[in-house]
């Protein structure tokens, strides 16, 4: 009897060594399977964005996006033109020609108010 119980004991230990084998199997089984769906939804998420970009590349072509970065360099340059006009940042050269200019301007007006002023018209 105890030999036919020790192989019993035996036989039972080897069918729980199975079982926790197969549930181990199984376990890992459900942990690939939600890694792969995990990887589904990542492959699909690529897929969606991939259509995008081609919508949107169907949009804009490169000589479309470039054509804008031209103008918008373009803007930039006249921004800062119109900056330094502002600023006071001008060359000699530039501040000759305002004087000259301003210059003419008012030799023009003043000779203009000399011919109101004999006329009794002042401005």
Known sequence: ??????????????????????ISNLERMVHDIEFTQI????????????????RMHQVMSIEE?????DETQEAVEYQRQIDEILSGSFT????????????????????????DFSSGVVF
């Not at 035996?10 to 069918?15: D, G, S, V």
């Not at 996006?65 to 970065?69: A, G, K, L």
């Open 92 to 115: 000699t050269e530039d501040e000759d020609a305002i004087l000259a200019e301003l210059d003419a301007i008012t030799q023009v007006s003043t000779n203009s108010q000399v011919r």
């Open 1 to 22: 009897k105890a030999k036919l119980l020790l192989k019993k004991k035996r036989y039972e230990e080897q069918l729980l060594d199975k079982t926790e084998n197969q």
């Open 65 to 69: 996006v470039e054509r804008i970065m």
């Open 39 to 54: 990887e589904m939804k990542v492959i699909e998420g690529l897929k969606i964005g991939n259509e995008c970009l081609n």
